[in-house]
């Protein structure tokens, strides 16, 4: 495509000068011819013996390089040849009526002939310009071949520069699928190089980058999760299926071991079922819920009801509430999703407080929404545990929590609920000096 462009581009170039200077050529002639014409007319032209030595004079004179000035007589005789470095028996002598031009050639000579009547009082007759156009023959060949050369090079250059050019703005792709070829066959660690172009490829590379990040940690997140739940759901199988064995060997007859073998059994039940219902309950805080579900409501009556009903459950603990900046602000969701959040948050808050067994909670309106914070002054969290509690099953001390009936899905659970309604949840801790757990929601 480049090329036939430079050669269209090209070619009518040399068109339009080639017929330019045709045509600068044709009305140099034309003013020689208007010229003689007038002095011809001015001097009363009569060619007399001693006005044909002074005709010959002026057509010499007057003449150019290349050209022959011809006058004939009315019969078609020359009388008067005036050439120069141009031979004139090139060109046979003809009478003419009208003005003509004529292009011809003699061997490998291009003449330009012009015709014209040439008419005074005394005489009648034609007068006859032509000229040699080697000199334009050999600029029209000069400007072809510059025109040739330029063009091609000109197409070369932009042909190396263009495979230059393609190649460094396909890197970040050629990159691209050898990365994505590196990942079927190595692994998903694979990532493309940095490419400095800054261009819209390499923010493609580079989101192809972020894209594998997110889906490594996913599968990561995803292994993790099979083999902590395996972990969790493989204890208290091995428990029951031993006290099972012990009883099959010889327990039967001993009602002490009976009685101790299906109390741990039914123990180990109870909580292989809260870990089932809490997979569960993780499972649809995942599942998005259409707009017509939801419901509009004060959501401080709800927490108020919460909040009295853990009171009872647990008269040794203090629950102080400060919610009457959300007594009249409305959120719309579930209701059943946020009593759901603020079990776990105030469940957490109760297995992990110290003395004084003080929980609070504050209510707060935040920007566009309303932001409520779960306050205890428990066991705390340490900081490098911090980033991880909201992952499935991730516990900062398992033994401690498994003996307290803790499974490690509680925070993920709230955390999933929380987004899915376009919330933000945070937590912070300070070791042995409490936690301190903010759930956000959007108002109604």
């Known amino acids: ?57 002026f057509l010499d004179n007057f003449n150019q390089s290349n050209q022959v000035i011809r006058i004939l007589d009315a019969a078609g005789t020359p009388i008067i040849t005036a050439a120069d470095h141009l ?39 034609t007068l ?70 800054e261009d819209e490829l390499s923010n493609l590379a580079s989101l192809f980058n972020e894209l594998m990040d997110q889906l490594e940690a996913s599968f990561r997140q995803q292994k993790q999760f099979v083999e902590d739940a395996s972990h969790e ?76 009903s853990f009171s009872v459950l647990h008269p040794d603990f203090e629950f102080r509430t400060e919610l009457e900046e959300i007594k009249s602000i409305s959120i719309q969701m579930l209701p059943f999703h946020l009593e759901q959040t603020m079990l776990i948050l105030l469940d957490n808050a109760v297995n992990y407080s110290l003395e004084p067994r003080n929980i609070l909670l504050i209510g707060t309106q935040r920007g566009n929404g309303v932001q409520l914070q779960v306050i205890d002054q428990g066991i705390g969290i340490p900081e490098s545990d911090l980033p991880h509690v909201f992952d499935r099953f991730y516990r900062v001390d398992k033994s401690r929590n498994r003996e307290q009936g803790g499974t490690g899905l509680g925070l993920s659970i709230a955390k999933r609920i ?17 936690t301190t757990v903010a759930i956000w929601f959007p108002t109604a």
């Open 128 to 197: 006859e310009i032509f000229n040699n156009l080697e000199t334009f023959e050999q600029l029209s060949k000069l400007t072809l071949w510059v025109m040739l050369i330029g063009g091609a090079a000109a197409v070369l250059l932009s042909g190396l520069g263009g495979l230059v050019l393609a190649r460094k703005l396909l890197q970040p792709v050629q990159m691209l699928a050898e990365t994505i070829k590196n990942v079927k066959q190595k692994g998903m660690h694979e990532r493309v190089r940095k490419v400095g172009n």
């Open 1 to 57: 495509m480049l090329f036939l462009l430079f050669a269209v581009y090209n070619l009518a170039q040399y068109w339009v000068i080639n017929e330019w200077m045709k045509k600068q050529e044709l009305v140099s002639m034309q003013k020689n011819m208007v010229e003689l014409q007038d002095y011809f007319q001015e001097k009363r032209l009569a060619l007399e013996p001693g006005n044909v030595t002074n005709t010959q004079k």
């Open 87 to 125: 031979d004139s028996e090139w060109v046979s002598p003809k009478s003419v009526e009208h003005m003509e031009t004529l292009n011809i050639w003699h061997l490998e000579e291009h003449l330009l002939v012009m015709r014209s009547p040439l008419v005074t009082p005394d005489f009648k007759g």
């Open 418 to 434: 929380v987004e899915s309604y376009g919330g933000e949840i945070s937590i912070s801790s300070k070791e042995n000096q409490g």
């Open 233 to 308: 759901l493989k204890t208290p199988i091995s428990i029951i299926e031993g006290h099972l064995r012990l009883l099959n060997r010889w327990g039967k007859q001993e009602p002490m071991i009976v009685d101790e073998s299906l109390t741990a059994s039914l123990q180990e039940v109870e909580r292989l079922k809260g870990i089932v219902q809490e997979l569960l309950q993780l499972t649809r805080s995942e599942v998005s819920i259409p707009e017509s579900d939801l419901e509009i409501f004060h959501m401080y009556e709800v927490i108020a009801g919460i909040v009295k």
